[in-house]
């Protein structure tokens, strides 16, 4: 069993609806909780970190932990065009684990 | 915010001949850097950890005479790849840690290396 488990997609979805992206894990030690985004030939950005189990907004972004159901959630509302990307969870406890990387494309 | 950087951007080069690939932290200092490599539509894969000052920690199966992997300055990591084949064509991203507890990992924009 991996670490973390994120669903590849690919995810489409058309422009203005909500994306929910998500992934779980299985190491209890795992401490802060990163996504980031990655669009095509470039490295990925640092979109938003959590330390504690419940939610943190930026923007149309929402990060949301379960620590006890070890589960973590990237929402993005009103999704455009420019949110196309590989989305990648991150877990952090001694190092550093990403999940496989989500493809979203939002359809004008 | 912090930014990192890395040079090239792309690279080509002919079997056999060795590329060297720079990552810097521009605005903040970088006790640790990390090498990775992602091929088409998969995700991340970590090569090896950077230290500054010190050997760098290689993950299983990469080979760290292939790869070779200096730390000079707390700003500045290099990622040597010596005599490349087709095969190491792919896209090599650094990363720079920010020192404390959340460990966050700062991206340079990728080098994309192709070996003819």
């Known amino acids: 069993q991996k670490e973390v488990e994120q669903d590849p997609g690919p995810l489409s979805v058309p422009e203005g609806a909500i994306v929910s992206l998500n992934c779980t894990y299985s190491n209890s030690a795992f401490q802060y909780f990163m996504w980031y985004r990655q669009y095509s030939r470039k490295g990925p950005e640092l979109l938003m970190y959590?330390?504690?189990?419940g939610n943190k907004e930026d923007g149309r972004f929402t990060a949301q932990v379960d620590k006890s159901s070890k589960y973590i959630s990237l929402f993005i509302r009103d999704s455009q065009p420019s949110d196309s990307a590989t989305y990648l969870c991150a877990m952090v406890s001694n190092d550093m684990r990403f999940g496989a990387g989500t493809r979203l494309t939002v359809k004008p | 915010g912090a930014v990192v950087s890395q040079h090239p951007s792309w690279v080509i080069c002919k079997s056999g001949t060795s590329v060297k690939i720079e990552c810097r932290s521009l605005d903040f200092q970088a006790t640790t850097m990390f090498w990775y490599r992602q091929f088409p539509k998969q995700s991340l894969m970590l090569m090896a950890t950077s230290n500054e000052g010190s050997k760098a920690t290689y993950e299983q199966g990469v080979e760290k005479d292939k790869f070779l992997i200096n730390h000079a300055s707390l700003t500045l990591s290099t990622l040597t790849v010596t005599s490349a084949h087709p095969e190491d064509s792919s896209f090599y991203i650094c990363?720079?840690?920010?020192?404390?507890?959340?460990?966050?990992?700062?991206f340079g924009p990728g080098t994309r290396l192709t070996v003819l």
């Open positions: 959590t330390y504690s189990s």
């Open positions: 990363s720079a840690q920010l020192a404390g507890l959340s460990r966050e990992q700062f």
